[in-house]
């Protein structure tokens, strides 16, 4: 059987497929659908220095292979976090990998501040892409500077693995890339959510409560695979692709895109086992394909 | 325990234009169930449906190891869900959701309006498990949309009120004469519309009578995972599929 | 019956209803299934100064609710198109639009000059957005200085109605708006395909000869409405709006968002009746909701 | 003339585990079909399939107002086609493409790869009518590969190769006998895998018999709208779905 063991930085993953932030709560809540012991990793829901209510109902809007979404970063904050859901889900074998956010540099400096202490949490994904906040968010990671900025904050006071998620709402992903891989990241995540709006013809107005949301599924996938790609030859750190994978077959288009792992979002709600699917078709096609390592498969993508 | 497992489409039972009964049987054992429980289906063959679709758990019958479910057509997956040939496989996420609460009442009233009248068969049975007097009310703008009133008789007293008078009593539920002696009841169960539900929550505040209503917001995920789905109640932002889909009217931040 | 006439600055439109350039051939290869000369226009297939072959087969790819296109404005340059295409299609009873592209501003310039002695021809669409050329195109469309730059040599050879149209593929596409704007673009139209991606994992390879190519199609609606919600709010002049068209209701809500007319791109591959349903298709909403003339439409989007 | 037509799925044929007959029946008059010409199907009830999927007309019958496809199932589209239920409604733009020229040819050779062998029922017909004596060459990996062969008997003599001897003569088709007195022929039509069309275009070229090859680029209109099916040519790039599928092998610009 192939070597499903991809290395970001100091991260093990025992296989690359994780589960994307926003999509698979703290875990938990598919406890009765898969083995959450088999995942490369989980990244939890998005989390605030304070506890925040996020936006109002309604917050999702079905699209054409795809959803919208304007949680808006509901979570009970990082104390709540750590003191009452992570010693819950800590000894699962499998990286629990906290995502963070702040409308400031200075709250994300003190979340991931929390987070360095904690025992068990070798990695955190930086989120400067969150298009559902008034204030930070998405603001951070379509500048070069304040992507750069936050990231250089964050990078002085965390010692472990640093992953950035980038925005793919930017003319050219590659320049905020290299400005956060230059700040210090040991990995870029991407993407994030499209920025998109649904309207009701009927009523005439705004599906969501807030206009605007992000816009993840399998509909903005060939974007996603673009940047991928690009960014994979811009920069040297690990690259975590992701949006819209739904099955193995795209899982493994963008690791030979240049994704060293993937994370499966939208598709979870679709179906909550298909991470674990994911994991075997990407062993079959190890197999099939007489692949030892999988990580053989990044980047390996044929340009005649 | 929440389970995913493959059905197939058993049979239709057509009750006017655009509601139905589906019935799914599985060759595995079916979850148990309560009143009040949802699944996430997953409709099949339809290319503009990409989210599953939360429906009520309206019939569970454990030892053909069917489930049925009423279906009310208001887009594009409750039209589909109509549409299927016997056989056709469906793939179902259940039982999700809290269910309504009996402690020993005595009296009930349950209300259903539209689709939400689903639940109620279920409690129906619990209810008169346990011998609690129970009353339906049933609410519609016509004779037509008012169904399954033959069902629900074997579980209680049966009323309606359209809003044409082509059936029961003419005008909106809460103008029913079973209103002025609302504190006969220790509880009401309601699911239908917004205005419905708020209307009726108001009433049964103002008369101190314990009511449980069931809510029907949009879901992407159905098991606590996206945060999509809340209701605002006095103790924050709620998801109708894990805190509920039932609430007692007094925890939600209504402005009734 | 509604008013269905809109104009654009000097441009009269019999209806809101317009094909997009690339995806309606010139007219005549639909004129089997449906009756021209009911549309309110067709922006006839891109246009270069000199015969282009295009880029190598193949040159789509299907993907989630959408396709991608890496044709590389094949066509046989202005000269043919104003001597043996024009000729052909000037006596429709509709607004024939060509659609003008350049490898450099020069090209530009010299395409519109022809253009502006063709009489018949009322508007042009200045393409600064496609993403499949190597040179020009995109470039132009995704930098603001070269955009107005563009914008402004053909403003100063053009005297009809210069409809610019922006990419989807930029940070802040009010930016670039408001910079034609200025320029002396009496209109835009957004937007054109997103820069995206396709692999077939069973060979490794990208499915286009070109690895990059355009995404269009209803998977990009909700990012497409939300870009022309915020160009309405940005710039003075119309707005027409595109990306994902399917039928009536989705046009319905572009003009909401604030298009006074619409293009209607991909939709014709899947049912070449498309475009007239969807004209019917918004006479029966005016109808149903007393509208009297469907400008009243652009931008009333009921924001709470 | 071109047009867009609803029919309804009438009935299958499985031929083998991936091929089968799919014939469709419309109330209205069916439109003049030439060998050649293919249909531009929109798959109906499958979420993954988005454009329409161009497919050979294999047959027509004009007075009972049916045609028929053979397909291979090669992916999502293919498959769906192949378990639609009778009745279901399907929409046609047909018919599409230029056709098979035949100008007064006395012996012809016609070769077909997988599903290559659609067109040629109707080009056999066309050709039987004109008395052209008809040589039909198949080509397979496998004789279960082999289909119709008692169809395409009723216009000429069926030949075969497979890869591996298990029907007709061992190899690929340019492996045949027949080629050894290629001359013989006065024409060659030929659809199907790219190498194999190449393969005989050579030989065609070497011998200088005229020979015909049918183009199954990917395609997104269908009408000569979209530019994106197009194959290089001795003067420029042109549509398969217009100046095509069938094309002279001479004008096309194969690296052969
Ligand atoms: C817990 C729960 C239980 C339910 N039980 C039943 C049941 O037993 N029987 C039944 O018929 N329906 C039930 N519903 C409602 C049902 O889920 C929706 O009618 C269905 O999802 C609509 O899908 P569609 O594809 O037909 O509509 P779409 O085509 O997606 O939408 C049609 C219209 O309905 C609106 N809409 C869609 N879903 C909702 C929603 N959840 N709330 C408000 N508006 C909506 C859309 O905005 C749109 O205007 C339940 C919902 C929930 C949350
Ligand atoms: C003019 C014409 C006539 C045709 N006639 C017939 C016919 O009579 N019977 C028949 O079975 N098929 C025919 N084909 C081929 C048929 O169109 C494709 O097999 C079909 O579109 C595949 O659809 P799918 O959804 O099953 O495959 P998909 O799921 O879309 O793709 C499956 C795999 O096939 C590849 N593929 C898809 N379409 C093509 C293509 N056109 N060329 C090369 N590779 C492709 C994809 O890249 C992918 O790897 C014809 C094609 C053309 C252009
Ligand atoms: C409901 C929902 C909530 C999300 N919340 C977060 C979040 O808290 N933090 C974050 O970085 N991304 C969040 N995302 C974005 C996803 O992690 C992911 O980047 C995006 O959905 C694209 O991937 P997908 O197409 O596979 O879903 C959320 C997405 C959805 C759909
Ligand atoms: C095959 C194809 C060719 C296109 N060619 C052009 C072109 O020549 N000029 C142009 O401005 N846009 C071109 N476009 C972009 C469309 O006009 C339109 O902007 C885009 O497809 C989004 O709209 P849609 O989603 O409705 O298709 C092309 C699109 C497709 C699919
Ligand atoms: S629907 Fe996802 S949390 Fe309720
Ligand atoms: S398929 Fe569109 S031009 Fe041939």
């Known amino acids: ?70 949680v808006g970063l509901q979570n009970k904050g990082i104390d709540y976090f750590i003191s009452d859901i992570y010693p819950r889900i800590k000894d699962l074998d499998t990286e629990i990998i906290p995502n963070v956010n702040g409308s400031t540099v200075e709250e994300y400096i003190e979340v991931t501040e929390k987070l360095n202490e904690v025992e068990g949490i070798n990695a955190i994904e930086l989120n400067i892409s969150c298009p559902n906040v008034k204030e930070g968010g998405m ?19 965390f010692d472990k693995t640093l992953i ?42 705004p599906v969501l409560s807030t206009v605007t949301g992000g816009l993840s599924g399998p509909a903005i996938k060939p974007i996603a695979l673009r940047m991928v790609w690009q960014v994979y030859h811009a920069v040297k750190v690990p690259v975590i692709g992701l949006g819209g994978i739904m099955n193995a077959t795209d899982a493994i288009e963008f690791m030979l ?21 994911i994991i075997e078709g990407i062993e079959t096609y190890c197999k099939e394909n007489n692949i030892s390592s999988v990580s053989e498969l990044t980047g390996a993508l044929e340009i005649s | 325990m929440k389970k995913i497992q493959d059905f197939k489409v058993k049979e239709y039972r057509w009750l006017n234009e655009t509601g139905y009964l ?172 917004d205005p419905m539900m708020k209307a009726v929550a108001k009433i049964a505040g103002e008369h101190q009578v314990d009511c449980e209503v069931s809510l029907e917001n949009m879901m992407a995920c159905g098991i606590g995972a996206c945060l999509c789905c809340v209701t605002k109640t006095t103790s924050g932002n709620k998801c109708v599929c894990t805190d509920g889909p039932v609430f007692n009217s007094k925890e939600l931040a209504w402005q009734i």
Chains 1, 3 share one sequence.
């Open chain 1, 1 to 70: 059987m192939a070597d499903l063991t991809v290395k970001i930085k100091d991260l093990v993953l025992k296989n690359p497929v994780t589960t994307a932030s926003g999509t698979f709560g703290f875990g938990e809540e598919f406890a009765d659908f898969i083995d959450l012991n088999l995942l490369g990793g989980i990244f939890v829901k998005g989390l605030t220095l304070k506890l925040r209510e996020g936006n109002d109902y309604p917050r999702m809007a079905e699209t054409a292979s795809g959803m919208l979404n304007a």
């Open chain 1, 139 to 157: 603001a951070f990671g379509v500048s070069c500077p304040s992507a750069i900025a936050v990231t250089d904050a964050v990078r002085k006071v």
């Open chain 1, 164 to 205: 950035v998620k980038l925005s793919p709402n930017v003319t050219d992903i590659t320049e905020i890339a290299k400005g956060v891989e230059g700040a210090g990241a040991d990995a870029v995540s991407l993407v994030n959510t499209f920025l998109a709006m649904a309207i009701d013809a009927k009523t005439r107005k």
């Open chain 1, 257 to 277: 895109a240049g994704a060293k792992a993937i994370q499966v979002g939208t598709a979870n709600f679709i179906d909550p086992q298909v991470s674990v699917k």
């Open chain 2, 22 to 193: 589906l019935t799914l049987y599985s060759d595995q054992t079916i979850e148990p169930v309560s009143p009040g429980n949802f699944a996430e289906i997953k409709v099949p063959d339809a290319p503009d449906v990409f989210l599953r679709r939360p429906i009520s758990i309206f019939d569970v019958d454990y030892e053909n190891r069917l489930l049925t479910f009423y279906i009310k057509v208001v887009g594009k997956g409750t039209k589909k869900m109509g549409e299927l040939n016997p056989g056709t496989p469906i793939n179902i996420m259940y039982p999700l959701g809290n269910s309504f609460t009996v402690n020993g009442e005595k009296n009930v009233l349950i209300i259903g309006g539209g689709s939400g009248i689903a639940p109620f068969i279920l409690l129906g049975r619990e209810l008169q498990k346990k011998n609690i007097s129970t009353t339906f009310l049933f609410g519609a703008r016509s004779k037509n949309e008012i169904v399954l009133t033959e069902e629900f008789d074997k579980y209680g007293r049966v009323l309606a009120t359209t809003e044409d008078g082509s059936m029961g009593e003419k005008g909106l539920v809460t103008q029913h004469p079973v209103f002025s002696d609302i504190s006969g009841f220790d509880k009401i169960y309601i699911c239908g519309p």
